[in-house]
């Protein structure tokens, strides 16, 4: 379990790596127009953080529970992250000091963490792959 939570720790790490680099970004791009832009990415990158902690937490909530329990469970949990997902761009549409593009960017954080990390993983110096020129299994 332990070395899950490490995991974990480092996806979040490297999506708040990855939020710092999409802000110097939009900063450099879009200098004048900064702030909305740089408060809706980060509104969208910590709920996207949060909404993935939270999932890794249910995840294991759901491994003690019965399969038909577990399955309720998680059906219940992905709605309301979805529920809470639309909120969260409601919000930043009606609000004149988020944008919802860079929101929504910010909504995708995780996933776009995860294609960089699988990256770096390919083209890496310990690449099974890459060395042997097949699957190293």
Do not use: W
């Not at 790490?13 to 809706?40: D, Q, R, Y």
């Not at 294991?60 to 997902?85: C, N, P, V």
């Amino acid at each position: 379990m332990k070395e899950n939570d490490r995991y974990v720790q480092n996806i979040i790490l490297k999506a708040l790596a990855v939020i710092i680099i999409e802000s110097i970004l939009i900063f450099v791009i879009f200098g004048n127009n900064f702030f909305p832009l740089f408060f809706g990415l980060l509104l969208g990158g910590f709920v996207n953080i949060a909404f993935f902690y939270i999932l890794y937490r249910n995840i294991i909530k759901a491994m003690d529970k019965t399969e038909a329990q577990a399955k309720k469970y998680m059906t219940m949990t992905y709605t309301l992250r979805y529920i809470l997902s639309a909120v969260v761009l409601f919000v930043t549409i009606k609000s004149d000091y988020l944008n919802v593009f860079t929101c929504f960017i910010g909504l995708l954080t995780i996933k776009l963490t995860f294609y960089i990390n699988n990256l770096i993983s390919l083209f890496g110096k310990n690449n099974s792959i890459r060395k042997e020129g097949k699957d190293g299994h």
